[in-house]
């Protein structure tokens, strides 16, 4: 059975990039890191999967940022505790969170972005070693998951 649940991606981005997200727009992503906060109702593991993928038709925003940025991090939550919308509106009240995307990931709620920045590493000690997993770490990411049941 599929775990459905919330995440938040850590992404590095190593330069200054203008991206085109779609028909949201244009951005400039200044260099350093993102959250992104999704949900994948459908299944954590299948939806962490395809954002780790290169190839794929880009359906999301946050695809068309992993075209450049690198995941670092990933974070999964229990589905129904918090939503996706209070995780990421506690993101924000975090020191160092900006919005650089009006609208990204938010297309279906009353947020203004599921995407904060950080320029500094030092902000992001939330993302500590306990409470989130690698990407290339597939045993570890399994294990996380399960215990997010
Ligand atoms: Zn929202």
Redesign the pocket.
Known sequence: MPTPGYYQLLLRLAADRRIQVGKLGRFDFPAGYYVYTGSARGGLKGRLARHQRRQKRFHWHIDYLLRYAKIVRIRTFPEGKET??KL?ARLFRRPGAQCVADGFG?SD???RT?LAFFRREDDLSFFAANDSFSPSGQREQRRTVAQSQ
Do not use: Q, T, V
């Open positions: 996706e919308c990421n938010s709620c009353r947020c599921h």
